[in-house]
């Protein structure tokens, strides 16, 4: 059962994709609730894209899957935190692991 969340005025709410085992933080997409409905009943993390206007599941075109292991939300109901078995190469459509691989420098 999906708990009453706070989606933003576009209907979505971010995920926070992170490793299980690790905890590294592989990525952050958003999800409505089809595709949060979606994620459940697949296994898979599927999200929505803003820019294409449509559902995308991780992996069907890198073949780099996320199993759900976990679905957690924050305090305020308007956060995801999803924790996953990412196989393949990476998480990040530029190939590496994680989408966080850059950093400020002070």
């Known amino acids: ?42 296994g898979k993390t599927c999200f929505w894209s803003r820019s294409r206007q449509q559902f995308w599941t991780k992996g ?15 305090c305020d109901e308007d956060t995801l935190l999803i924790k996953v078995d990412q196989t393949g190469t990476g998480a990040c459509h530029t190939g590496n692991r994680t989408c966080f691989f850059r950093k400020i420098e002070s």
Do not use: C, F, H
């Open 1 to 42: 059962m999906i708990p009453e969340l706070k989606y933003n005025e576009q209907g979505l709410i971010p995920a926070i994709i992170q490793d299980e085992k690790s905890g590294e933080v592989l990525m952050m997409a958003y999800m409505n609730k089809s595709s949060l409905e979606k994620t459940i009943e697949g």
């Open 60 to 74: 069907d075109t890198s073949g780099n899957v996320q199993l759900v292991k976990e679905i957690l939300y924050d």
